[in-house]
């Protein structure tokens, strides 16, 4: 039997502490990345994950004081354990492509597909059993996957792709440990369109920091380019049945949505992103048809040549960046009962305001504001509970008549939104 980097299946370890400032950093992890690629694969209710390998990266870009998770969002949660003191070392809330995907109706028609997937955790100096939770559809997490890495293991990889590609320093404000830690990568792009490369993440840079709260807080982000080349120019077009050759594959058509845009070319992808120190990636995608995409801890991506590409862009971050759920109700969209009835979502921006006096954002709400709050004029500009969000013209509620996450526009992001995405640069930062 082929033995895979001396990992094995054990019981659950019961958390001790937490370790949550930098002496604690120092005692549990050096430098670098530890990556854990798998091989997420089910259907319907049924998931089960493979590993395919482990990586040292050079690079940590995370808040050596923020190692547990404190945020809450994510659809799962991994959970990392120090084997010799039984203690949590590290957590992290993240969302993937197969959580979406189990939603849809290929999915719940019986079909099996599988999904690469990576997980990210600062390099242990000693054996770590890693744990990845699953919320169920009560938004209970449940454990599903169990494995011991020991970090001395020499099957582990530490070779460096790409070192070939060229990086660029957009705005670099801080060390890596006390920023936001943005990456960009371009897919569809040749050799000869790399000063187009450079100049669409150079404006999109702006864009980002033209919009509050990204504006007051810009210098907490540092943003790096890296000059990925691709043979072709352009990205796929599955309904055109027109494909091309890029090093990210990224494609329009996600789960047969025509605007929806994926690449499922992750260990490629996190291979051109190691070449620098991040906590999120940005890909732009080298084409004129609207369209984008934006999952929690995982990646955003947007197209480069459109009218509404500034909107794409900050529109798709709020979702990679702080877990934002879409506040629109009337757009097409893959997924079948996204959202339960009866459940409220982890989300921080909607609400199926199951207890009208105990709204998660009532806070901001005037005592004077209605609840549910009708969608009339004069409450624009007002945090209250308006009726449709999360692809559910009924049932669940959003707080403001209109945002960033609400409608095809440049309008600012509601008061809901900025708070959830200060609270996330406080944790990368603070």
């Given amino acids: 039997m082929r033995r895979l980097c001396g990992l094995m299946l054990i019981l659950m370890i019961p958390v001790v502490a937490l370790a949550s400032d930098t002496s604690e950093f120092d005692r549990f992890f050096t430098s670098g990345t530890l990556r854990i690629d798998l091989h997420h694969t089910g259907r319907g209710e049924m998931e089960i994950f493979s590993l395919d390998q482990i990586v040292r990266e050079p690079h940590w870009g995370g808040n050596q004081r923020g190692l547990i998770d404190t945020l809450g969002l994510g659809g799962y949660m991994v959970r990392v354990f120090d084997l010799e003191t039984n203690r949590m070392i590290f ?10 995907w189990v939603t849809t109706g290929e999915a719940e028609e019986g079909i099996a597909r599988t999904f690469h997937e990576s997980l990210l955790i600062p390099y242990p100096k000693g054996p770590v059993q890693v744990r990845i939770e699953r919320r169920d559809r009560s938004n209970i997490f449940h454990n599903v996957f169990d494995m011991v890495v020991d970090p001395s293991d020499y099957h582990i990889k530490t070779e460096q792709r790409f070192r070939h590609l060229k990086v660029r320093k957009l705005q670099v404000e801080k060390p890596a ?19 187009k490369l450079r100049e669409d993440a150079e404006r999109f840079t702006e864009i980002l920091f033209d919009t509050e709260p990204f504006e007051s807080r810009r210098r907490d982000f540092n943003v790096r380019l890296v000059e990925t080349v691709s043979v072709d120019s352009g990205i796929d077009e599955p309904r055109e049945r027109e494909f091309r050759n890029t090093l990210l594959g990224l494609t329009y058509n996600a789960f047969d949505i025509e605007r929806y845009m994926m690449t499922m070319e ?70 079948n009962d996204m959202y339960p009835r009866g459940i409220e979502p982890w989300e921080k921006n909607i609400t199926a305001l199951l ?76």
């Fill in 91 to 100: 957590s992290r809330g993240y969302c993937t492509l197969f959580g979406e």
């Fill in 355 to 430: 207890d009208t006096t105990r709204v998660k954002w009532g806070d901001l709400i005037e005592e004077s504001m209605p609840v549910p709050t009708p969608p009339d004029s004069i409450y624009a500009g007002k945090v209250g509970c308006f009726e449709g969000a999360g692809y559910s013209a009924k049932g669940l509620y959003r707080s403001s008549l209109d945002c960033r996450m609400f409608s095809k526009s440049l309008v600012d992001f509601c008061p809901v939104c900025r708070r959830a995405i200060e609270e996330v640069i406080d944790f990368h930062t603070k």
């Fill in 177 to 195: 440990d006390r920023a936001v830690d943005l990456v960009i990568l371009g897919d569809g792009y040749q050799g000869d369109e790399m000063h």
């Fill in 266 to 335: 992750n260990r490629t992808m996190r291979d051109a992103a190691a070449r620098v120190p991040y906590d999120l990636i940005i890909i732009l995608a080298n084409s004129e048809r609207y369209g984008g995409g934006g999952i929690f801890n995982l990646y955003s991506l947007c197209v480069s040549d459109n009218e509404h590409d500034g909107y794409v862009f900050v529109h798709e971050l709020g979702h990679a960046l702080a877990g934002l759920a879409d506040e629109y109700y009337s757009s097409e969209v893959a997924y």
